[in-house]
């Protein structure tokens, strides 16, 4: 699974969120400014082409559709950061969290309670 641009990201969100869409309906759901249609559609393709998107003929148009879920590319990437910053310890990753002030000491509790509840 290769890592995705930041505007693929975008276009795949918007695929996970509408689970079908032809380009002109992902095009309308971009914020801010919107790539040429003819881009777009570029870059859908390439998305189809690392096997990310698969579509639906519709006479000359395709309907587009995700091939991989969203919860497996998060997954896929985060154990690869966590492997490439944090030396695959999830210890670190959290403690960089905390001294960045992301995580309060009451959502530390409830991850702990969350673990034990696990056990």
């Known amino acids: 699974m290769q890592k995705l641009t930041n505007k693929e990201e975008e ?3 918007i695929l996970w969120h509408l689970k079908k869409a032809f380009v ?10 919107k790539p040429h249609y003819n ?3 570029t870059i859908v393709r390439n998305l189809e082409d690392k096997n990310y998107v698969g579509h639906e003929a519709f006479g000359n148009t ?3 559709h995700p091939l991989i879920s969203k919860d497996a590319y998060r997954k896929k990437f985060i154990d690869s950061t966590i492997s490439e910053f944090y030396d695959n310890s999830y210890k670190s ?3 960089f969290f905390a001294k960045e002030d992301k995580i309060s000491v009451a959502e530390l509790k409830e991850i702990i ?4 509840k696990n056990d």
């Open 24 to 33: 002109k309906e992902i095009r309308a759901e971009l914020k801010g400014d």
């Open 93 to 95: 990753l959290v403690s």
């Open 113 to 116: 309670a969350l673990i034990e």
């Open 39 to 41: 881009t777009l559609s």
């Open 11 to 13: 276009i795949m969100k």
């Open 62 to 64: 395709h309907r587009y």
